[in-house]
């Protein structure tokens, strides 16, 4: 009885293991929080399209969108705990993890989406993917995720001294915690999948977000103010875990990472369309726009944000390569 019960599940064992190996000798389980059709789910799906195409259907990524796998710093952990293979998420939340990833994360760092990407396409951003390496972690890409600014559920910000006193959502970094402390509000770092029902009820006041992610997550339905000061373009960035990537061959490691580049310009022009979608519908939502706004005092007012994180050398010669980035 107990050998016929072993050998049933022998056979189940091996009629499964024959079905995955038909299905594809490596599935790859990678985490977003967004909704599918956002452009950073349907990049990785367009990857995985590629990977599967270039190893005759024996890899194949598949996307858990909706932070169905958990939300962004639980996700990073489990990442590198090897239990997700893939992640995309924001640099924000690898801040106090990963010490460079602070750099494209500091405010007003950036002049503008193009200088962002002439910095992260070069050796800065190589530099910055390397640093995840320490943590067992393997950084692929970066995608885009335009810039982000305040929105909130009381009253249009005009300038600086209007967002004193108000209490805004921050990803959970330190360094946006200081950000938006800086410019006398007050911040209050919580899971992006908190966010709408806190402002909602008035536990917080508003949070801070690109077009894309302010539509979708549906926060302007219940903040009906957003001010252009678009204080942080900080990219995204696809990972993948490092215990599932050193069970990968060499040809494997180099094809993913080949796929992983090639789906940065696809990843870019769903960005641009889903960008001015957003915008659209969140204009015809009735959302009042503040979009002529001086940016100066915000700038300043990061000053000692700055002296407080860029100590180290290294942080140093970054943050002083990217501004001589022409
Ligand atoms: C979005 C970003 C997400 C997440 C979110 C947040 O713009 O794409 O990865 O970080 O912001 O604010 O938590």
């Known amino acids: 009885m107990k050998h016929w019960k072993t050998m049933t599940a022998a ?3 091996l009629a499964a293991s024959a079905m995955t190996v038909q299905a594809a000798d490596i599935v790859l389980r990678s985490s977003d929080t967004h909704p599918d059709g956002y452009p950073t789910v349907e990049a990785v799906k367009y990857l995985g ?7 005759n259907g024996r890899i194949e990524i598949e996307v ?12 990073i952990e489990q990442t590198q705990f090897g239990v997700i293979d893939m992640n995309r998420v924001s640099l924000g939340p690898f801040n106090n993890i990963i010490e460079e990833t602070q750099v494209p994360s500091l405010p007003y760092i950036f002049r503008s989406v193009d200088h962002m990407h002439k910095v992260m396409d070069g050796p800065i ?10 943590h067992d972690l393997v950084g692929l890409v970066f995608y885009d995720a335009g810039s982000r600014s305040f929105y909130n559920r009381q009253k249009p910000v005009e300038n600086m001294a209007d967002l004193s006193g108000m209490k805004f959502r921050v990803m959970q970094s330190d360094l ?7 410019l006398g509000a007050n911040a209050t770092p919580m899971p992006y999948g908190e966010v709408y029902s806190s402002i909602q009820t008035g536990v917080i006041d508003g949070a801070e977000n690109n077009w894309p992610s302010f539509e979708s997550s549906g926060h302007f339905e219940v903040a009906g ?3 252009l000061d678009e204080h942080l373009i900080v990219p995204e960035v696809l990972v993948m875990s490092k215990k599932s990537w050193d069970k990968l061959s060499a040809e494997d490691q180099a094809l993913i990472r080949q796929a992983a580049k090639d789906s940065v310009p696809h990843m870019r022009k769903l960005w641009a369309e889903r960008e001015a979608a957003s915008e659209a519908k969140v204009r015809e939502a009735g959302v009042k726009i503040v979009s002529d706004i001086d940016k100066t005092p915000f700038i300043e007012a990061m000053k000692p944000v700055y002296e407080k994180y860029v100590t180290s050398d290294k942080l140093k010669d970054l943050v002083a390569r990217i501004q001589a980035t022409e």
């Open 11 to 13: 056979f189940g064992l």
């Open 49 to 55: 399209e590629l990977v599967k195409e270039r190893s």
């Open 64 to 75: 858990f969108h909706s932070a169905q796998l958990g939300q962004e710093k639980d996700t």
């Open 125 to 134: 951003g190589q530099e910055i993917l390397d640093a995840f390496s320490d």
């Open 176 to 182: 946006f915690v200081d950000m938006v402390n800086a």
């Open 225 to 227: 103010y957003y001010t």
